[in-house]
């Protein structure tokens, strides 16, 4: 079972999210995150049992907060979008996972948290229009299973988790 801890944004944000890319594809080729799919990863424990994720989550204090959608990019053959800086309460609830995840024996990347929504991959460079006002309340964070497949990945929210102030 390969899990990993994701943001996931409301439907009204996804669908606005999904237009963009849409409108981008047509420009930049590759492959369009589906709708559904669209999601910012906090932390990916591959494969894994969940019982010891759900205990680390559980213990994680996080406020609710906004999530800006500022800027796009075009890196490594992907389109992405995020926030020019990452919020205060979105790094720290990304550090207090990582260290809850850390006590219970998951080993992680190493490298910087970077907050992005990746849109499109095997792209080509073009020019990004402009992006749309994204409203994206976090209010909680979300543990999901990934199951690949010859159409691509398949996501399921196994638990989700509240954020409070």
């Known amino acids: 079972m390969r899990l990993f801890f994701a943001l996931w944004p409301p439907a009204k944000a996804a ?10 594809k047509d420009l930049s080729g590759g492959r369009r995150t589906p709708e559904g799919n669209i999601h910012l990863t906090l932390s990916f ?28 990019r075009h890196v490594n053959r992907m389109i992405w979008v995020a926030p020019r800086e990452v919020p205060a309460p979105l790094a720290a609830l990304h550090s207090a996972l990582a260290v809850e995840l850390y006590r219970e024996e998951f080993i992680l990347e190493r490298r910087p948290f ?12 073009a020019v990004l229009p402009a992006l749309p006002v994204v ?13 690949l497949s010859s159409r691509g990945p398949t996501y399921e929210p196994l638990e989700h988790f509240t954020l409070a102030p």
């Open 114 to 125: 970077a907050a992005h929504v990746t849109l499109i991959r095997n792209a080509r460079g």
């Open 135 to 147: 409203e994206w309340p976090v209010n909680e964070f979300l543990l999901v299973r990934s199951s």
């Open 15 to 24: 669908r606005a999210l999904a237009e963009w890319a849409d409108e981008v």
């Open 45 to 72: 424990l591959g494969r894994a049992e969940p019982a010891r994720a759900i205990a680390a989550a559980k213990r994680v204090k996080g406020a609710p907060h906004l999530l800006p959608i500022e800027q796009a």
